[in-house]
């Protein structure tokens, strides 16, 4: 009996998968099972997120006082923006905060993620680590509550250290630049361990021996962490600065607590201005316009981050 054996398929011609290794089509079933599980996420985004944003677009073209009915006035909201003056102060109180607070929070965290990764035990990395980080989930309003005691003029825990070794007290929180500094210290305090742990988590993705490879060659501290470090951890220092930005625009709770704005309008941010224009003020209209030139501000920087990485952001 002649056996016949079936010949090899030809290459570029289709075969015939076998069950196992087919793709199996979602049951109805799965299908629904997939969008219950997606629906509590969808809907909250949609309500919380979407709905808003949109009503924040449309009410910025009309002046309500949640008692009346709202009326079309145009882009008055925008123009009045122009000359109001705790608008324009507030935003320019924001841009000067972002530009400190975000420069001293990401030099503080890329200092201590070098430390940190450097030749250190285990155990000691870790707790430096849950250190810094504690900060972050402790509650923004109940820090700068407990901080507003620690830099009071005649009571507070930071005069007394001062005039125990012989300073004189500051007046921290009523003079405009000693209320500034203080709002830029609580804030970084507070926020630097989230850029810290993002810049320790690209340190240590660096191989080894690159930094094996600098000491061969007799390169100093400075001379690895500007050639090696810097250059490698330029895109997570990107993702750490677009985020530090973003939230630093954003800033509201720390003004608000430790100063109320004051002294004056020294402190005030463009976010507390949209909370007291809404609910104090009752001008929702005019609240909706400044949140959107704020969110405009903000994708514009991000925009502008973005296109200026291109020159300084190594992905090999």
């Given at each position: 009996?002649?056996t016949?054996?079936?010949a090899?398929?030809?290459?570029?011609?289709?075969?015939?998968?076998?069950?196992a290794?087919?793709?199996?089509?979602?049951?109805?079933a799965?299908k629904?099972?997939i969008a219950v599980?997606?629906?509590p996420t969808?809907?909250?985004?949609g309500?919380?997120?979407?709905?808003?944003i949109?009503?924040s677009?449309?009410?910025a073209?009309f002046?309500w006082d949640?008692i009346?009915a709202?009326?079309f006035v145009?882009?008055?909201?925008f123009?009045e923006?122009?000359?109001?003056?705790?608008?324009?102060?507030?935003?320019?109180?924001?841009?000067?905060?972002?530009?400190v607070?975000?420069?001293l929070?990401?030099?503080?965290a890329?200092?201590?993620?070098?430390?940190?990764?450097?030749k250190m035990p285990?155990?000691?990395?870790?707790?430096?680590r849950?250190t810094f980080?504690?900060p972050?989930?402790l509650?923004?309003?109940s820090?700068?509550i407990?901080m507003r005691y620690?830099?009071n003029?005649?009571?507070?825990?930071?005069?007394?250290l001062l005039t125990?070794?012989?300073l004189?007290?500051?007046?921290?929180?009523?003079?405009?630049?000693g209320?500034?500094l203080v709002v830029v210290i609580?804030y970084?305090?507070?926020n630097?361990?989230f850029t810290?742990l993002i810049?320790?988590?690209?340190?240590a993705?660096?191989p080894?021996?690159l930094?094996e490879?600098?000491d061969?060659d007799?390169a100093?501290g400075w001379?690895?962490?500007r050639?090696v470090t810097?250059?490698?951890?330029?895109p997570t220092?990107?993702v750490?600065?677009?985020t530090?930005?973003?939230?630093?625009?954003?800033?509201f709770?720390?003004?608000y607590?430790l100063t109320?704005?004051?002294p004056?309008?020294?402190?005030?941010?463009a976010?507390?201005v949209v909370?007291?224009?809404?609910?104090?003020q009752?001008?929702?209209g005019?609240?909706?316009?400044i949140?959107l030139v704020?969110?405009a501000?903000i994708?514009?920087?991000?925009?502008a981050?973005?296109?200026l990485?291109?020159r300084?952001v190594?992905?090999q």
């Open positions: 009996m002649t016949i054996v079936p090899p398929d030809v290459v570029g011609q289709p075969t015939t998968a076998s069950p290794t087919r793709p199996r089509a979602r049951s109805r799965e629904w099972m599980f997606l629906a969808v809907i909250g985004m309500v919380f997120t979407v709905l808003p949109l009503a677009v449309v009410l073209f002046q949640i009346s709202p009326e145009g882009v008055r909201n123009a923006l122009v000359t109001d003056r705790t608008v324009r102060v507030s935003f320019l109180n924001t841009i000067v905060f972002v530009v607070a975000v420069a929070q990401l030099s503080l890329m200092t201590l993620a070098v430390l940190v990764q450097g285990t155990w000691l990395r870790l707790f430096f849950s980080f504690f972050l989930i509650s923004a309003a820090v700068s407990f620690m830099f003029e005649q009571f507070g825990v930071v005069n007394w125990t070794v012989g004189p007290a500051v007046p921290w929180l009523t003079t405009s630049t209320a500034a609580v970084v305090w507070q630097f361990g810290f810049l320790l988590g690209g340190i993705s660096i080894k021996e930094y490879a600098a061969l007799g100093s001379s690895k962490f050639n810097l250059p490698l951890v330029s220092l990107l750490a600065s677009v530090a930005i973003i939230t630093a625009l954003q800033v709770d720390q003004p607590v109320r704005g004051g004056g309008d020294s402190t005030r941010s976010v507390m909370y007291q224009t809404a609910f104090q009752l001008e929702f005019k609240a909706s316009a949140g704020l969110m501000l994708m514009l920087v991000t925009l981050q973005f296109r990485s291109r300084y190594h992905y």
